[in-house]
C-alpha cells in the first residue's frame, strides 16, 4: 500500500486535464500531496473549439493540440498514454490497454463523448464525424483528393444545424470557394434551436453570403459512397455528394456505459452537486459523461465551457476531502457562446456584448487564447499570432 493517495484521472480533455492542473497547484501540506496520475488515449490534448480552424489552415495541430508531455513539464502529474479499456471500482483498479493495473483512492471519469455514426444505414462506412484530430486530418484528406480531382463542384452535406454543423459548413465554404456546394441537413424548424436569437441571425447571414443551402425538417435515410438520402415530409429525395460530415449526438464510451454506476437514460453518469457520482463519495465525474444541472435544474449542455467550470470544482473538492473541509456545490456561470462563421467572421452573445463580424473574430481567439492550458502555451501561441504576419511579409 502506497504513503501518499493516489488520484487517478481518465481523460485528459477540458474536464481532466484542468482538474489534474489545478489539483497540482492547491496548497498541499508536501505530507499530504497525492499522487496525481492523468490518463488518455491521446498524447496530446485537444482545443475543440478551434478544430474548424485547421479546415482553413487558419491555426495549425501544433497551437490547438499540444502534447500532454509538455503540458506538464514541471508539474508532479504523472502521464500515462493508454486507452483505459476496464475499471473495477469495488477493488478500485484501472486496467490499461488490457494489461496494466494502477491503483487508486479517488477517480475521476472525464472521458468525454463520442459522436453515434452508426445510427443511419451507410454513415458509419461513409459519413466522417467531426470530434478529434484524426476526424479533423481524415477530413483534410478527403479534401485534398476532392481540391487535386478539380471537378466542377464539390458537393458536401453537412447533418446536424447545431453549432458544429453551421461552424464547419461556414470554414469548408471558405476552403471551397466557388466550388463548394455545401448543404446542411437538419430535422428541425431551424438551425441552432438552443442558441440566442442574435448568434442564430447572424450564423444564418453568414450561411446565406456563402450560399450554403439549409434543409430543414429534414431526415437522413441513408448514406451512400457518393449519395445521401433524404425525407422531407414523407417524401425521399437521393442527392449525389462527395462528402458527408456527421455532427449530430453525444453517446458515452463502452468504458462508462459497462460500469455499474447510477445512470440517466442517455447512460450519462448522475452526480451530486459536488460532482462525485450518486451514491460513491470516491469517484467524480464532470463534462460530456456527467448528467449536470444549473441551480435552476435546467440540464446543462455537453460543452467546454461547463467540463472547464467544473474542473476548477472538481480539483478543488478531491483537495478538501482529503484535507477535511467540507465539498462545494458545482455552480454554474453562463458566459454566453461564441461561434466560429469562416474566415475574420464570428459571433459573441453574453456577459452583456453582442459582436459580429471581424471584431467578434478576434475577440473569439482572444477569449480562447486567453483559456488554453498552461501560460507558457498560451504565450508560445500568441507569440505566433503576433510574429507570423510579419514572417509571410518577410518572405514574400
Ligand atoms: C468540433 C467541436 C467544437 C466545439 N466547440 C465548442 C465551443 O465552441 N464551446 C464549447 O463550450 N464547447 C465546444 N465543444 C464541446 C466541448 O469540446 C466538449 O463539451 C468538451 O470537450 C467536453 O470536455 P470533456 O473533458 O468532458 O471531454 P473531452 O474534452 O472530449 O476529453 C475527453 C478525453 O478523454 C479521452 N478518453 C476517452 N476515452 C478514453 C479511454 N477509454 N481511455 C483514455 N482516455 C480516454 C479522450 O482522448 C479525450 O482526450 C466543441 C466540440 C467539438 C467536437
Known amino acids: 500500500m502506497s504513503e501518499k493517495s493516489r488520484i487517478c484521472i481518465i481523460g485528459g480533455g477540458f474536464g481532466g486535464l484542468y482538474t489534474a492542473l489545478r489539483l497540482d497547484e492547491l496548497p498541499w501540506e508536501s505530507r499530504q500531496k497525492p499522487e496525481i496520475t492523468l490518463i488518455d488515449k491521446s498524447d496530446r490534448f485537444l482545443f475543440s473549439p ?188 437521393i442527392i449525389p455528394v462527395d462528402l458527408v460530415l456527421w455532427t449530430v449526438g453525444n453517446q458515452v464510451s463502452q468504458l462508462i456505459d459497462k460500469l455499474p454506476l447510477a445512470k440517466n437514460d442517455q447512460q450519462l453518469l448522475k452526480i451530486e452537486s459536488t460532482l462525485q457520482v450518486q451514491g460513491r463519495d470516491d469517484i467524480y465525474a464532470l463534462g460530456d459523461v456527467a448528467d449536470c444541472y444549473d441551480t435552476e435544474g435546467k440540464p446543462l449542455p455537453a460543452t467546454a465551457q461547463v467540463a472547464f467550470q467544473q474542473s476548477d470544482y472538481c480539483a478543488w473538492n478531491l483537495w478538501a476531502a482529503a484535507t477535511n473541509r467540507p465539498l462545494l456545490s458545482f455552480r454554474y456561470q453562463p458566459l454566453g457562446e461564441m461561434m466560429t462563421l469562416g474566415i475574420d467572421n464570428a459571433t459573441i452573445n453574453g456577459l452583456g456584448l453582442k459582436l459580429d463580424g471581424p471584431m467578434a473574430y478576434v475577440a473569439r481567439r482572444l477569449i480562447y487564447l486567453y483559456r488554453l492550458p498552461t501560460l507558457k502555451h498560451q504565450l508560445t501561441v500568441g507569440l505566433n499570432w503576433i510574429t507570423q504576419p510579419i514572417v509571410e511579409l518577410l518572405s514574400l
Open 50 to 237: 478551434l478544430l474548424y480552424e485547421l479546415i482553413t489552415e487558419e491555426m495549425q495541430s501544433w497551437e490547438i493540440a499540444p502534447p500532454f508531455a509538455e503540458l506538464l513539464a514541471n508539474t508532479g502529474i504523472i502521464f500515462h498514454q493508454s486507452s483505459v479499456t476496464d475499471i473495477d471500482i469495488e477493488a478500485k483498479k484501472v486496467t490499461l490497454d488490457g494489461d496494466k493495473k494502477i491503483d487508486y483512492d479517488k477517480l475521476v471519469l472525464s472521458t468525454g463523448g463520442k459522436t453515434p455514426v452508426d445510427i443511419v444505414p451507410g454513415a458509419k462506412e461513409h459519413a466522417i464525424p467531426f470530434r478529434s484530430l484524426s476526424d479533423a486530418y481524415r477530413l483534410q484528406e478527403k479534401l485534398r483528393l476532392l481540391e487535386e480531382a478539380n471537378p466542377d463542384k464539390i458537393r458536401v452535406a453537412v447533418v446536424g444545424g447545431g453549432y458544429s454543423g453551421v461552424e464547419l459548413a461556414c470554414k469548408l465554404a471558405n476552403r471551397l470557394g466557388e466550388k463548394g456546394r455545401i448543404r446542411i441537413i437538419d430535422r428541425g424548424e431551424q438551425i441552432l434551436k438552443d442558441s440566442s436569437d442574435f448568434n442564430r441571425e447572424t450564423a444564418i447571414k453568414a450561411l446565406e453570403k456563402n450560399h450554403i443551402w439549409q434543409d430543414l425538417e429534414t431526415e437522413v435515410a441513408q448514406v451512400t459512397a457518393d449519395s445521401i438520402s433524404l425525407v422531407y415530409k414523407g417524401q425521399t429525395d
